[in-house]
């Protein structure tokens, strides 16, 4: 489904030796759907693996790609549209609710005064992206002690899988992404370029323990 190279994202996070990220991922709705009551979704198993490699290891590349059989039946949303990343680096902003319920109050009024949404504007980039905060901080808030590895410690975000890209508007700012061309395509096209829908038009977060790689990554639908 997706690899990065680290010489191309150098700010994603990886084990010491390894340069290749793939994500392999068979879509399952028990647990890939997003539920209330189920925040956390699961580790990578046999039907998501998260898988590091070594470049100069492969020596064996296919030439043919396996393609799914005439007799397997998929519907739109569970394959992705073959698309190429575009990598920009953007400066992210604390959501509110990081900074304490104080700053998260007087932010609140002031966007009531001023007719603003620092959260959804002016703080964390939406869209697919690598690192960063939260996707969805109007959930991650109250969760936020949800992203706990079994070690007890606190999980760093990792990888943004998302249903949409950036759409930009009158309120996109030079300060969150590049500002588009007057001739950039609008509609599906720009704002959904893998076709994938995932979880209620979501994202798929990926977050990992800092202390080893050896815990598992966890996944979660937001």
């Not at 290749?20 to 189920?38: G, K, R, T, Y």
Request: hydrophobic letters at 35%; a negative charge.
């Amino acid at each position: 489904m997706l690899q990065l190279w680290v010489r191309d994202f150098p700010d994603l996070p990886h084990p010491d030796g390894v340069d290749v990220l793939q994500i392999l991922w068979c879509p399952d709705d028990s647990v890939d759907a997003f539920e209330m009551d189920h925040f956390r979704t699961a580790p990578p198993d046999e039907e998501f693996m998260v898988v590091w490699r070594r470049s100069g290891d492969v020596d064996d590349v296919l030439t043919d790609v396996p393609h799914p059989g005439e007799d397997q039946i998929f519907l739109d949303g569970y394959v992705p549209v073959p698309c190429v990343l575009a990598a920009e680096q953007v400066t992210e902003f604390p959501p509110a609710w990081v900074l304490g319920r104080a700053f998260h109050d007087q932010v609140t009024r002031r966007d009531d005064e001023l007719g603003t949404s620092y959260d959804s504007v002016r703080s964390f980039a939406d869209g697919s992206k690598v690192g960063g905060w939260p996707a969805d901080s109007n959930i991650g808030g109250p969760y936020f002690s949800a992203f706990t590895c079994a070690c007890g410690n606190p999980l760093s975000t990792f990888l943004s899988l998302a249903s949409t890209e950036v759409t930009h508007t009158h309120r996109t700012t030079t300060t969150t992404y590049l500002a588009p061309p007057a001739d950039e395509p609008r509609g599906p096209e720009c704002g959904e370029p893998t076709g994938l829908v995932l979880g209620n038009w979501t994202n798929l977060q990926l977050f990992y323990c800092a202390v080893s790689w050896d815990h598992p990554v966890q996944r979660f639908v937001m």
